[in-house]
């Protein structure tokens, strides 16, 4: 279960083919290959590459031999920083009882135990990177992801 949309959702699956093929050197790979291979869109995997290549989290070269490669270590990039560019972070977390309950009114019964879920899903994006994916050069095999 993702706690965010599907765009955040195919950001981080875009992000981690790119964090599978990263190496010394990376190995470019188009969004052609990054579609097929997450099964998303090439336009969709075009338009998120643009976002996270604005973002300083991908870069690319155009031509023959080009393609798409992160721009830093996937060591460096945990999932918050790919997930901050298609989701609203850091907001408030909604009240199920409506907008006008918590914060004016004695907080709602689940109100503490929202918040301790909120700080765990923020622990797990923070605390999880795309090295997880990476082993330089080719798809990944089955990969350890820390558990909040």
Not at 36 to 41: C, F, Y
Not at 70 to 98: K, M, N, W, Y
Request: glycine residues 10%; aromatic residues 8%.
């Amino acid at each position: 279960m993702f706690p965010y949309g599907k765009t955040a959702a195919n950001a981080v699956a875009a992000m981690s083919y790119l964090a599978e093929c990263h190496g010394d050197p990376p190995r470019k790979v188009n969004s052609a290959e990054i579609a097929r291979e997450r099964g998303i869109s090439k336009a969709l995997v075009a338009k998120i590459l643009t976002i996270l290549s604005q973002a300083g989290l991908v870069a690319g070269s155009p031509g023959p031999g080009g393609g798409y490669y992160l721009a830093r270590d996937p060591g460096d990039i945990c999932l918050f920083d790919i997930i901050e560019h298609f989701e609203r972070t850091g907001q408030p977390v909604s009240c199920p009882f409506g907008p006008d309950w918590c914060g004016n009114n004695a907080p709602c019964p689940l109100h503490d135990r929202i918040l301790e879920l909120d700080q765990q899903v923020q622990a797990f994006l923070r605390g999880n990177r795309l090295s997880a994916f990476s082993h330089g050069n080719g798809p990944a095999k089955k990969r350890e992801i820390s558990h909040v």
